[in-house]
């Protein structure tokens, strides 16, 4: 999770990505009404945030097939209509690392 700090044209949100390697994350990228899963530098994506990083529980991670990773790559280049309640990178995270879809809510698109 990555905290982006607003200004006046721009409000301050949340961005979500999945740590691939030391040197890069698969994210979605919006463009326009679109959103595009892509594959980027850490630095290049953190871009100054503030930032923590979770890691899915073992539990989780046994009862669905691939790593997060695995499944997070196998995604690159998919587009989709981009949502900030329902099809953004919180719920692309939640996919790939915990294998839900629907069944949490998106925190990001609570606000909305």
């Known amino acids: ?4 700090e607003g200004n006046l044209v721009k409000p301050s949100f949340a961005h979500v990505a999945v ?3 030391d040197n890069s994350v698969v994210h979605v990228q919006q463009q326009g009404l679109r959103g595009i899963i892509k594959r ?3 630095e290049e ?6 930032f923590f990083i979770f890691r ?4 989780t991670l046994e009862r669905i097939c691939g790593t997060p990773k695995e499944r997070a ?6 587009r989709f209509t981009y949502s900030v309640t329902s099809g953004n990178c919180e ?11 629907n069944v949490w809510d998106s925190v990001q698109g609570e606000g909305h």
């Open 91 to 101: 719920v692309f995270a939640n996919i790939v690392c915990n294998g839900t879809w």
């Open 45 to 50: 994506v953190i871009d100054g945030s503030k």
């Open 1 to 4: 999770w990555m905290w982006r």
């Open 19 to 21: 740590f691939i390697d």
């Open 73 to 78: 790559l196998a995604c690159l280049g998919l």
């Open 56 to 59: 899915p529980s073992c539990a």
């Open 40 to 42: 980027d530098q850490v």
